[in-house]
């Protein structure tokens, strides 16, 4: 016997609908039950697009002891486009620390990865200290030596950076430049006696309704204090050191650290840090939940609200 409502359908089983499908054909009876228990109609996702800003820690310059200079970090890898959002989804932000100046005569070390809406920014590489430079967002510079030696700057990822300059090596001549970590915007300049050699520039975002440049690459070591290191790239690159130790790259920029350098004085000098990457996204105001963690800070620029995350977090749409 067929199940009767007044007013409705005739049919032979009844409806049991759930949170995610209601199959068959509904009597009049069961849609203003369910409608009732808030499960008919089933409600349809709202979805917006946000832009979003995603650099990854600088990778810190290279520490020498004696008669070397050291490359520069190279800068976070650096992305920024837009995603579709849904809402209701809660999306995990990752913010990666810069690369932790070496405290023995060694390469710089990688800046670790952001990460947001499934993209991952790499961490830049670390600058060479006593071996290769390290790969990276944006690859670290080469070091320079009063020895025979092949110190190259290492690749960026595609996409996302530039590669560091190449150092020098010399028997004859002390006066060696190290490799510039690369940028964002550009690579690492390569040494040149008696001439800085710069980290590569970054690039400019205006996502927070401001032009503000990031991700620039630790400028080169220099093994004597006879002329300048090379300057930190645009962005948050730190300066290399000349017999000196280098400059940590800014917080929050993914900025490289500077390299450093050393004569025959067997005084260990140390490579700057590499600078902390960030997170940013850009929601229009009119869809912002107003739900995060990790203490994202919050302000507007036109129609839209901007989260800057400077630590992990989340939002939720």
Known sequence: MANRWPGGLIRKTPVTPTTSAAPGIWTLAEAAYWKKQGLWPLPIPVTYTASYLIIAGGGSGGSADTNTGTGGGGAGGYLSSTSTLTGGTTYTVTVGAGGAA?????????????????????????????????????????????????????????????????????????????????????????GSFGLGAPGGAGLASSITGTSVTRAGGGGGG??????????????????????????????????????????????????????????????????????????????????????????????TA
């Open 102 to 190: 070496p405290s023995s005569a060694a390469n710089g070390n990688d800046g670790s990865n952001s990460s947001a809406f499934s993209q991952t920014a790499i961490g830049g590489g670390g600058g060479s200290g006593i071996g290769t430079a390290r790969t990276g967002g944006s690859g670290g510079g080469g070091y320079g030596t009063f020895a025979s030696g092949n110190p190259n700057g290492a690749n960026g990822t595609s996409g996302q950076g530039n590669g560091g300059g190449n150092g020098q090596s010399s028997t004859s001549n002390g006066d060696i430049q190290c490799g510039g970590g690369g940028g964002g915007a550009g690579a690492g300049g390569s």
């Open 222 to 315: 220099k093994r004597t204090s006879s002329s300048a290191a090379g300057t930190g790239g645009a962005g948050g690159g730190g300066n290399g050191g000349a017999d000196a130790n280098g400059s940590a790259g800014t917080a929050n920029t993914g900025g490289g650290g500077g390299g450093c350098g050393t004569g025959p004085t067997n005084i260990l000098r140390a490579g700057g840090a590499g600078g902390s990457g960030v997170v940013i996204i850009s929601v229009p105001t009119a869809d912002y939940s107003g739900i995060t963690t990790g203490s994202p800070t919050v302000t507007t620029n036109g129609s839209n609200t901007i989260l800057q995350f400077n630590s992990s977090g989340s939002y």
